[in-house]
């Protein structure tokens, strides 16, 4: 479980996987219902975003692999696969203190911008999945 060759796809336990950093050139796929909400995602090496209803949910910048990515009202969890130094960014509650926490290193607690954007850094090692969760403060 790690890169998603199909761009996207919905995981038997409800969550959804996205993302392929291996890929030479830009793919999209559009229109992928889950749940009645419909998701976008653009990925290759240098970048993987996910939209979800026209709206920002997820960006990595080199792309990435992401697996079981789940959004509850106060966690984000996912685990993510990539190469190297890499920034994340999220779309949470504008102006919320989060904790984040990187495999078992919590990296401590960022508070969102008025647009509900959250960015960290995370170095991660091609192959390895890396746990990620984003916790209300």
């Given at each position: 479980m790690a890169i998603i060759k199909e761009l996207i796809k919905k995981e038997s336990n409800g969550t959804i996987s996205f993302g392929n950093y291996k890929l030479s050139e830009?793919?999209?796929l559009s229109?992928?219902?889950?749940?009645g909400d419909m998701y976008?995602?653009?990925?290759?090496?240098?970048?993987t975003k996910l939209e979800r209803n026209g709206t920002f949910v997820y960006e990595s910048?080199?792309?990435?692999?992401v697996n079981v990515f789940r959004e509850t009202g106060e966690e984000v969890s996912f685990f993510v696969d990539g190469d190297g130094q890499t920034q994340i960014t999220l779309e949470l509650e504008s102006?919320?203190?989060?904790?984040?926490?990187?495999?078992t290193k919590e990296l401590g607690v960022s508070k969102t911008d008025i647009g509900g954007k959250l960015t960290f850094d995370v170095e991660l090692q091609a192959g390895t999945l890396t746990m990620i969760k984003v916790v209300a403060a």
């Open positions: 830009k793919k999209k229109d992928f219902e889950v749940s976008k995602v653009k990925t290759w090496s240098e970048i910048i080199p792309g990435t692999a102006n919320k203190e989060y904790n984040v926490i990187v495999g």
